[in-house]
């Protein structure tokens, strides 16, 4: 899923203005200013339109994360993912709301997207694990949709 859309949609889930998400980036240690934020999400046929990075995506959910459920001084500072594939944003979601396996499954069942546990869990491994599954574009959709539901109903 493009990052622009992604970020789009948890705006609109936390009912945020730009400066917001900027300030979300920088907690993170991405460089962002409403501007640029602006930018990410304007249509993509607007000459304005500027494409969010891998960087800026990985910054403004670790600050997502950290905004929600604070820092932890006594761990070591992680440096942002390279790639941030449709897997990383789940997990990243999910440990930014709190969400336990079946918060998860109930929300994708209230979506019309039925998942078992052992399917869900494949999301969450690591790629190089042999059960590990990669994240669809409509099954993050449909989390998306589903967390908006829960945290602005």
Known sequence: MI???VLRSVRYMLNVDDEAIAAIVRL?????TAADVRAFLTRDDDPTYK???HRIMGCFLDGLIIQRRGRDDAAPRRPPEPVVSNNTVLKKLRVAF???EDDLAAMMRAAGF???RPELSALFRSPS???FRPCGDQFL???LKSLTARVRP
């Open 98 to 100: 709190s969400l336990k």
């Open 114 to 116: 039925e998942v078992s």
């Open 51 to 53: 494409i969010c990075s």
């Open 141 to 143: 959709r449909n989390f």
């Open 3 to 5: 990052h622009n859309d």
């Open 28 to 32: 993170g240690d991405g460089e962002a």
């Open 129 to 131: 694990h042999n059960n």
